[in-house]
């Protein structure tokens, strides 16, 4: 049985993998969440909420062939796995319940 | 001159983590210090790198204490308590040499390295012949000494995660210190000079036997280690 709960990095590692596709990797993954969030994770955050999401079987990853950028190191690329998908839509399920009938209660500053 | 730190990208290398794990994270490292060579130029790209292996540092280090587990730690201690016990010896040597230049020149007060530091230190007495910056230098010296060769020794033995033997040698000497802090520095003329307690005789027992036992129990580990290192690795 896989367990879907998972913490707030966690979750937001798991929707930057799924927005990003096959191209979600470690230094991909911290831009998003840094252009999104705002906040700066260090990339070892990043790698070890990564290794924590692959042991729960929510992401699956694979190595590139070494990269002259990298100083010929491999590239791990992740990619959401089934269950992963289910634990998104469980968690955004759990969030819609949560806020439900909670109108907002300032203007929104980017339709202003 | 476009490669990364490379004092810091060999710091990442010595925490022992998984080799897998940490190519992952250096690579990004370096990929992104390629970008910001070009964004921010050389210096500030440097800087980031530096920056950013100290934040990445605590990760690495946490997996190698996973990876490494009980052997590990074994390994590690056993380099120490030799490079302690090598401090030790050192010690020794050097009290000889500066009290023999101490007679020399001042006559014959007995004293101790360490009593001399505390007394230059903590200003506990001005009548101590070795003050000053000898005494403290030596002090730094031989502080220093246990993590440096405990580092090296664990380097030249293939060790791929150094930084822990040198870790282990800190903590022993912190724990050194803070019993000398609590209970006094033994002198030959006894710690008159000190504001605690004579030192008791555990004390003296425990520093006995760190010197005499240390080096055995040392060099049996390293021995037994070193067979493990040597051994070509199988291909996985």
Redesign the interface.
Known sequence: MIDPSFGPLELAVLLAVARLGDGA???AI?RDLAARTGRDH????I??TL?RLEAKQLVVSRATDP?P???G????EFRLTGAGAHALDAARRHAASVWGGVAPTTPDPESA | MTEPPVTAERLLETLGADP??R??????????H?LRLDWDGEHAARRWYRR?AL??????L??GVRRLGWRGTRRAAGTAMTAVVCAYLAHVALVGIVLRATHLLYGDTGTTIRGAVRSWTLDLSRDHPVRGPIALALLLALTALPPLVSGVAAATQGDDAPVFPVLAACAVQLADFLIQLAFGFPGPTGPVWAPGPFVPAWVVVCQCLLVTVGPVVGAAFLVSERARFSAPRTPA
């Open positions: 990797y470690g230094l911290r260090s990339v070892g955050a790698y070890t290794a990269l950028v990298r100083g190191r491999t590239r791990r | 897998e794990f190519d992952m994270i250096v690579g990004d490292l370096r990929e992104e390629a950013e934040r990445v540092a605590p990760h690495l946490r997996d």
